[in-house]
Structures are given as structure tokens and as C-alpha cells.
């Protein structure tokens, strides 16, 4: 989508993804300049490994390009890219630079546009691998192309030869086989082909281009690995004449060939150099991380030899094992709050994991400690955990009778379910109430996209402060003071014909540099086995307070799960401190849930009203990982015109969660999760990151995970 | 050189000191501690020496040096404190967590007394020691302890294996019945 003008804020967001993806070295095919796998700046049929997560910038004279790729499935690879056209400013008028925002004059041309490409055959001895894609999906058309390209391998040697649509076709070489169908085809909408510089509002499918057009073009690639020097030598052939760049004089006279060098300096970070089709010389960085990746098992944080345990705990004392257990517990952070002795073989505990990530991994290290404490006598061990502080699945553990037993046959022996209360323990761990902590943390906020300046940030220490009071109810607070913020460059306010519900959002990053961000009383709770709720008010997001509850039906082994939530809330001041404007609005949704049998995806459907008052529903399609990592995509339709939503034509993005557990030596349950807005309009938006969702901050409890990671449970042998 | 790197340094000099001109040893001992020595090399550098503690979960690093009586001792900075008598690891101090202190006791019959979980202790008898042989790289010996009066059976396990060059690689041995063994595991190649 191009045509700057509007706002787009995202916290983070590409250069948390960036900086991750240096963290791990990831399976990434040879990447193009568009980010896609691919050689120089034309497509292959090669992909990537199935969940890796690529991120590249690549430096050229027609164009900057920033993208982010995921591999969905073996088949499908999607991209995001952010494309800034004429990035030196090159003026047509030699030995000139062009003004700021001269668009009428000079390609200033900032663009985002999804990629997507299906490989239709593998490759074999014979056939090469095939694949189709299309460039520009929901753009504006300043890639407008789509092709069907065709790989083959033979030794060192990588061929490539694709026919294409649209800019792919600008060195055409035939007439589209497509016309054969219908004459319409020739007919290819909004692309303007040579020289145009007005292109669309973008926002929707473009399927009056796709496919379409007089002529067809061909392009081809060579790439020789050697392998010794994990060198490829490239060499591309692009249908692609750059003929509105040309005309524009960001390029000089193209031929359509270019030429280069890709190194993958490590794992998962390739580094490329060419000398680019029309001149010039070309750079390329790209990072790949596998977002499925599991970790491996950490030791618990702070726990061991150095670390004080109070001598009256100690193995020679005659303190009883529950007490040692419940210390050892405590100390690997975990909270044993609970524990029944049935008939001195059956033991029930409940747990609370403070600081893994992954949930196996804080049932392990309870096992582990059931082993070393328990009495023999006791061979079923029945854990229930909790998120949010309310029993949400249980684990049923069968305990080994000696030392013949394996970790082989252990993860059988494991039965995952619904919770399992304790009504009358034996044995709680007296916890004093309220108690809480408090947090400090740096924060970095970014602000994508402005024509202007593609990314300004804030960096702010975070202040937050949790009181759990006991019997569910919890207090928040968080106060965001800024140390340096560049927001203030911002001048244009966003245009809309609906409720300023979010487009206000420039006065609330500079009129509220600093501020509170929430401000929130919670209570939680269940209403039986498999219903939970929360009900909370005060500050609850960055523009607005009010009230609301938040209602769960979830039931392990099951698919499906429902839930709904409303809230009364009324917009903030922009100075992000107590005061109210006189917005108000009744916001809710209806939610369904669905795991799908494809592994580790997962759909949600939100119907309701938003807060412009707008009606309609919100779809998530989601790949989430037992990991922490969760990747997908959303959008919304409500009942506003695409015309008056204005840019984008409807509310959509990238979801994107990044668990820091991955990245860290220590156990943390820390987490980044950011929506990637392409336009952030006042159409189909919900409250921000509140209520948070019982369902997104249960989810890593909900037995699909748990199943997973059996063999992760078992406990040391 | 920063201080952390002093210090390594310093014990790993102290560790080789130790080695080179530590106390009498048994003679029963005298092998076993010889097989550790010799991974020790002539190098100051003491990652040359270090060891991995392991038990149930949670790891250390401990470095072996000689103890009264030629008993083989592992220890860190931490207070963690493994002794190994050349058959089987007999005290454990700093352990970590609320478990702090073991000892097993060698009893008069050849039976050995065990600490239980729950604060218990209980004999166990004690089997002649396997030679066991997997592949050229790895071979060893394996003791195995049964009490199997009472309900619920229980065991234990002493266990120890060599590498190709004949040198120590792994120590393994029950500490608590019930909970998994510990292991020391020898770091350098």
C-alpha cells in the first residue's frame, strides 16, 4: 500500500524481529532482494524450511527494501515487505537531490506489500521444483507482479527460469497464454506499467490484475555453490525493465542482467553483494531463525549450592518432606501451594509455575523434586497448574518403582487433563497477602511507516508494579517515563470520517510522552471446572478506562473453545494521566477458538462491536508453538465502507509473539507480543492488549502444548 | 586479565599443586585417583580440570582435589563438597537446595544405609561390581544395591566409566533413594 498520510505505530515490532533473528541461526533458502527465496532481484521456486522466520534489508539505487518472511507450511511462503523507492533521493535533474516529499518530481514512493508463493511440484531426478507467486497481494501495485517459476538442481549448480505478470512481463517475449481463456485478461487494473507514479489505495485483494495483461515476460537466475567457501556466485536475468524508475531517473539504462556474491558469514546470516541490473551496486543482509524451535531444557534459576536455604529446611533437620519440597519448590521458581496424601500412595499437589516458559519444563522439575521427596510409598502423583492464578489443566504422573524404569516408556505413563481440585489438603504453603512486585524495565517504541521517517522510536524506562491480594483479585500499574523520544518529529494527524477511536494517536505519543499506561483492579476466577472469568476496571490501555469482564469456556481435549467479553470504557486525556475526554463507548466480542488439526494452527473469530461503534468480526489465523513463538495474521470487516475506513479499505496486520526465554540463559516467561499495523485507522479496532485475553495468557496451559512435550515432563533418571 | 580469569587461574594452579603433591593415598585408591589425575595435563588452564555435578536437575561445576586419607574430593567456590572414596560417593555437603548434607554409610556387613526423601533411612546390600565393556570408548564398572524386604522395593547404583584412554569420564550414584542418581561428568575432552 503506498499514498503516505496516515498513522502507523507499532511497539517494536521489525526490530525486535530483526534482533532475534540474530539469536538463532535458522534454515533459510537464498534470499532475493525482495526477501522471498529467490536470486538477486528475480523469484525461484526454492523456499525455506517450514517455520523459518527471515528478515532482510536490501540496499539498492531503485530501492530499500525491509521484509520480513515466514515459511507457513512446507509448501507456503508469505512475505512483508516496506519499500522505500529512490532511498539517496536521486533527482532526475543529474547532480541534484530531490526535495522531501516531492513526489511529482522524484520517486519518493513508500510502499508495503505482501508476497505470497506456493510451490506446486517437488522436485525429482527429473522435474524441477515449480512454484507460483504473486508480489504485490494487497498492495497498491508498485510490485504489481505475479509469476510461475520453475528450479532444477544439478551438483553445484542451481537453475531457474520463471515466466511473469505485470512489471515481470515489461521485457515481454509473448502474448499471455491467459487470453486464451477470456479476452478480460488482457485488461490489468491498477497498474500504470511505465512511468506512473499515482497508483492505488490498496488495502484489497488486486484481482483485476493478477494474472492479467497483453504480454508475458521470462526471467532466469544462476547460482553455483561453493560450497567450501559457503559462497554462491548469482547471476539473474529480470523481465522486471524498472521502466517507472527509469523514467523517474532513480536508475539509469537497465539490460536486465546483474550479477553477485551471497556468503552465509554463519548459520542463518547471509551477506550479499551484486552489481545490480541498470547500474550500481547492490547490498544485502538476512537474518533466519526457526520460530519452532524447541529449547533446550534450562536448570532452574537460582537454585543450588550458594544459595541460602535456611538451615532449618535443611536434609538433617527433621523438617517433613512436604516443607523441603515446597522450599526446594520455591527456589526453582515454582510455588507448591497444595498438597493432599491419599491412602500414602496417591499424592495431589498444586502448582504454580512463576518462571518457565515452557510448562513441561516446570512439571519436570515438580517431578524431579517428587522423586527426590516423596516417600516411596507414594506412587500416582496428580499435579494441578494454574495460569492466571486459576487451576487450569492437571497432569497425572505414575511414579517409577525402581530403577528398570526408562525415560523410553515414562511420557505414557503421563496423563494430561482438566484440572483436579484439592479440596481439603493435607498441607498449604501460607502465602502473606497482599503481596506483589515491582518491575523496572527499559522500553522501545517504535513509529513505522511515516513518509517522512520510515521509523522514529521512544526509549522509556517502564515502571510496573502487581499486588496479588488474594482470593483472585489483583492490582496493576504501569508508568511509562520517557528518556528520549523522537515523536515530536510527527506532524500529520490522521484523517477520518469515523470516531477519533485511534487516529488521535500522535497527541497521545507527544502530549503523553510520559504517563500511565494502566491502571487496573482484576478479579479473577472460575465459575466451574472449565469457565473462567475476569472482571477488571480502572486505566486499562494507553487511550482509554472503563470497566469490563472477560468470560472462558475452555475444556482440555477439546478443539473448540468460546468466550466473550464487554466493556464500557470511555477515551482517555492525551496527557495519559487521570483525566477523560468525553468519548464513550460499549465495546465487546464473541469469541470462538478453534485448534485446528493442521499442527500448531489455530483460527479465532471475534464478532461484536469495536469501538467506533462499529459492527462486524475479526479473523485470526494463527501458527503458535509450544515455544512461546506465535505468528500469524489478522483482519477485520465491519460494517463501515471501505471508503470511509479510508486507506488500507479495513483494519489488518501481523500478529507477532516472541518469547525472550529462547534468547536468555535463564527461565523467564517474558514475552513480546505486538500487532503489525500496515495503517492504523479508527475501523475494527478492539481495546489494546486488554483485557490481554484469558485466552492468549492461558494458552501455553491448554493440553494440545502439554501433549507435545510429554517426553519434556519426565522428570531427571 | 580480568579478576574472574585470576581467579580461574589461581585455582587451577592451587588444583595442580594439589594433584602433583597431595597427601598419601591408599593404594585401593591409588588407581582411581591416578585415572583423574591424568586428565589433568600439564596445562594451568583449570577448565582443563573442571567437572560437572549433576543431580536431579540442578548442575555445578566442581574441580577434583585431594583429600586426608587419599579421598578423592570435588569442590567448588560455592561450598559444594563431593566426596568419593574410589568406589562410591560417600558425603555430599552444600548440596543444593534444602537437601544440604548427605552421607552414606558404609556398614560392617557390606551393606550400605541411605537417606530416603522423606527423612528415612534405609540398608541396603550390596552386590560384587560388573566390569562392563559397550565399546572401545566406553567401558566401566557398576554396582548395584537392593533392599527388596520391604515395600517398595528399592535400589541403588554406583557406577563408574572410562574412556578410550582409560581415564574416568562419569561417576554416577545414588544419593537419595528414590530421586535419580547424581553424576559427575568430566568436562575436558
Redesign the interface.
Known sequence: MAAPGNQRMNRLSPVVIIVFSFAAGGTSAQINDFGMAGVLDVPSARMSSEDSLTTTYSRRDVADVYSVNYQVFDRLETGFRYTIFNARGKSPIPGQKCPPNEFLVCDGIRDRSFEVKYRLWDESDWVPSVAVGIRDLFGTGAWSSEYVVASKQFGALDLTAGIGWGRLAERSIAENPLLSLSEGMSERGDYTGTGGQFLGTGGTLASDALFRGQDIGLFGAVRYRLPQAKLDLLLAYNSDSYARERALGSLGDANGLSFGLDWEARSGLRLGLSYQDGGGVGLRLSTALNAAEIPPIKRPNGFGAGNSIAESYRFDSKVGWWERMAIDAESSGLLLRAMKLEGDHHLLLRYSNMTWQIEADAIRRVLALVNQYAPLSVRTVTMTGDALGMPSHSVVYQRPVDDSFSSQVLPARLQIGSPIDIPYPDETRRYAYPNGDVRVGMNVRTYLFDPDFPLLYQVSVRLQGDVDFGSGWQGTAVWNQSLTSQFDRIFRDGESQLPPVRTDLRRYMQEGESGIDQLTLTKRGKLSRDVYYQAYAGILEEMYSGVGVDVLWRRAGESLSFGFNVNAVKQREFNKMLGLRDYSVVTGHASAYWLTPIKNVEVAVHAGRYLAGDIGATIEVQKRFANGWSIGAFATLTDVPFSVFGEGSFDKGLIFRIPFDLYSSSNTQGAYRTLVRLVNRDGGRMLDNWPGGLWENMRHTHDDFLDQQRARMVPPR | MTRATKQIRLLGTMISFLLVVGCAVRSTQLESLRRIVSTVGASNDAAEYAWEF?F?????TVYPVSDRDGVVSFA?????RITWDGNVLVAIN?????????RIESQSDGRRLY?????QSRSLSCGPRRNWQLTPARAGWRQDCVDGSNN????S?HEVEFDGAGSIRIIRATL?????PATLRRLSP
Open positions: 549433576e536431579n536437575g540442578a548442575g555445578y567448588n567456590a560455592e561450598g559444594l552444600g548440596l543444593p537446595g534444602s537437601v544440604g548434607h548427605i537417606p530416603l526423601g522423606d527423612g517398595p522395593p528399592v535400589s547404583i537419595i533413594l528414590g530421586a535419580p
